[in-house]
């Protein structure tokens, strides 16, 4: 296969590229200046909407959907707020781009506060990768060293105030209407909507919060036009997508992807992840992070149809959710045959009892009922209703909570038993066996 | 102000309501049959409202203009209606099944102490889970638990009643000053709690008991001393400084063992009474007496005190015009033998139970 096109990590590999100087040698910043110079905000927001860039946090809303409803009423501030609190578990494509490559996020967050009018935005970063947030801070004082943050940027008269916030280390904080809540000062708990933020954000006023890396594909469009970026991926699911690889692969890491890639050639290519660790096989992948449903090998490999996978938006949730996931965040992750389902699914609902903000009783009693539930199950002291009532707890909650926690603590429950259920079953009936050491069901037709 | 008014129909009834009405505003206006309970949506307070979830209903129709329904649940209290909206609440399956579900999420962690907890009988969570919940329970974890705790001098709270429905911090917020009452932790371990075990000093803070939904914050002068619906409660009033000094007093005998704020039709206080009418003012001569409090019939309050007619005339005339329409004369048995055997409808009847026959032989 052809080299795929890089649009976010094509410098990454330049020696020196988080300093100013380096990156701008490396053609940095020629998208900012196009911006301020040669356009107008109204431009840039028509560029990034013929792009068809889609959010890379996870929900997939179309960025520049997203900017035209943000409401520009007079006399009001608008803000810009960059989502960088990544938490899932699974996903690490925000960390490694802000570690790498600092600038590139800062011309992205230029670009977009200039298109969207704001003249102070926010980096939220997750509270626990001080060492990103202290390249940024450096990065953003070099940038006004040399005039491109600050008052007057680059002599069009454009000010921006570009403020790095670190978080408490909340996963709820990625959820934006609880980041502006923690960016405000206040507990971090989802707000009602509406009011979306679009309309009444930060300090009430309207705010855009955009993940690391959409705001990362700025520049690109802005140099390159928007259709140019559409021409890349396939369908809806327009230009290229970090993927944080994980699990039994042999090179696990950071990968840009072209949208429309084969999930087969994409775990199996040496260009990508090289396979499974020798001496094993594929057992199940969690495909954008550990919230979305979790896949066996062959619904991974194949939709339903019997047609292949491809690493896009629309053919992951091929299938809907009886056989279908989500490309979510990118966070990949991909287990061989001695992971144990019911203890990982354990291991995932306990994440989301801690990190549930407790707010609406769905979720704050749900996820703490799942994970006293499952971790019966793994530690041997099931029975048979259990499964059925993990089912039925997931259902509950799923849909009619505050925010999508509740969803995301439920999906990966719902679906382990849908596609493990022979797992939980047999966790449930040979208590004394699975609760050895390292024990994995082996359904005996895998064996041959 | 706009004249124009919003057409809405919740479970079937119409009604007409000024823009910017709530779904659940919208309902009790047409009565308590169709209103959705609110378990931590609370009129008096701000930005109460939308956490537990009892008031989630089916909007079948999102307005006039864009026909679709909404895809989830939504939550009645924080949702405005559109002109138009169509509304699903008790005669939609799918929200009587989750509400049963918010029931269980609710009770999942809450002692159960009713025999021995000084707000049954006036509990929120005891009506809601009574008429809306199921019998079993199918929770077998061990519960959470917390230390019993006392904010002030007058009031005990009691975490493992709490069901985290905020009313107490936005009271604090709103109607005392200096922040120090609010939520700690997150999840399950979530907590109300003073910052840090320090008193909530101020003149309002008794209401924090009145919004209390479940009895996890209650009075300290009069925990333990009688059964809420052997007390008898009196409409009365005095000259406040602080306050309306519109109280309930409850009578032990002759007795004034406790005072509240008054309660409407939904269990909310529209007017907060001041600390020293709450807990100072014991004695019937500090008070005017206006007459029996009026009591919600349904309420074990009511049991064997005052009784008003039991019935709703303007909501069962409503109920009976709008299902009256509904039935359907033209179904066979208003007709005559004659005429029903002449009808296509019996024919293919007689054909299907020929052929039945045939099969069968």
Known sequence: MAESIKILTGNFDVPGIEQLDVYRKNGGYAGLE??????????????????????????????????????????????????????????????????????????????????????????????????????????????????????????????????????????????????????????????????????????????????????????????????????????????????????????????????????????????????????????????????????????????????????????????????????????????????????????????????????????????????????????????????????????????????????????????????????????????????????????????? | MEENKFKVTIDGIETEVAPGTTILQAARQIGPEVAPPAMCYYKPLEKSGGKCRACLVKVAQGSAKDTRAMPKLMASCITQVQDGMVVENYTNEEVVETRKGIVEFLLLNHPLDCPVCDQAGECSLQDFAFKHGTEAQRFEEERRTYEREDIGDKIQLHMNRCILCYRCVHTADQITDGRCHGVMYRGDHAEISTYISKAVDNDFSGNMIDVCPVGALTDKTFRFKNRVWFSKPVDAHRDCDKCSGKVHLWYKGDEVIRVTGRKNQWGEVDEFICNTCRFDKKETADWVIEGPAKMQRHSVLSANKYRKDAIKPEYALKHAAQNYKQIDDSRPYNKSLEEVKESEDYKALMDKNKEFKLLNK
């Open chain 1, 34 to 448: 196009k911006a301020l110079k040669q356009m107008s905000p109204d431009e840039i927001v028509e560029e990034v909407k013929k792009s068809g860039v889609r959010g890379r946090g996870g929900a997939g809303f179309p960025m520049g959907m997203k900017w035209g409803f943000l409401a520009k009423p007079e006399g009001v501030p608008r803000y810009l707020v960059c989502n960088g609190d990544e938490s899932e578990p699974g996903t690490f494509k925000d960390h490694y781009l802000m570690m790498k490559s600092p600038h590139l996020l800062i011309e992205g967050m230029i670009i977009s506060s200039f298109a969207l009018g704001a003249n102070t935005s926010f980096i939220y970063v997750r509270g626990e990768l001080m060492y990103v947030i202290n390249i940024l801070e450096k990065a953003i004082a070099e940038a006004k060293a040399a005039g491109l943050l600050g008052k007057n940027i680059l002599g069009t008269g454009y000010d921006l105030e570009l403020v790095v916030q670190p978080g408490g280390g909340a996963y709820i904080c990625g959820e934006e209407t609880a980041l502006l809540e923690s960016l405000e000062g206040k507990r971090g708990n989802p707000r009602n909507k509406p009011p979306f933020p679009a309309v009444k954000g930060l300090y009430q006023c309207p705010t855009v919060v955009n993940n690391v890396e959409s705001i990362s594909t700025t520049p690109w469009i802005v140099l390159n036009g928007g259709e140019e970026y559409a021409k890349v991926g396939i369908g809806r699911s327009t230009g290229t997508k970090l993927i944080s690889a994980s699990g039994h692969v042999k090179n696990p890491g950071v990968y840009e992807i072209e949208l429309g890639l084969p999930v087969e050639e994409f775990i199996y290519s040496d260009q990508y992840l090289g396979g499974i660790r020798d001496g094993h096989g594929l057992k199940a992948v969690v495909a954008g992070g550990s919230s979305v449903p979790i896949l066996p090998k062959d619904l991974i490999l194949k939709t339903a149809a019997g047609e292949p996978r491809l690493m896009s938006y629309e053919s992951l949730s091929d299938g809907g959710f009886a056989s279908g996931t989500m490309l979510g965040s990118g966070g990949f992750i991909a287990m061989d045959e001695t992971t144990c389902i019911v203890r990982n699914t354990w291991n995932f609902s306990r994440f989301y009892r801690h990190e549930s903000c407790g707010q609406c009783s769905p979720c704050r009693e749900g996820t703490g009922w799942m994970e006293k539930v499952l971790y019966r199950i793994e530690h041997g002291k099931g029975n048979e209703r259990d499964i059925d009532l993990l089912v039925d707890v997931a259902k509950k909650i799923e849909g009619n909570t505050i925010c999508p926690l509740g969803d995301a603590a439920a999906w990966p429950v719902a679906s382990a038993i849908r596609h493990f259920r022979d797992e939980f079953e047999w966790h449930v009936k040979n208590p004394e066996a699975a609760t050895k050491k390292g024990a994995v069901y082996q359904p005996e037709l895998s064996l041959a």
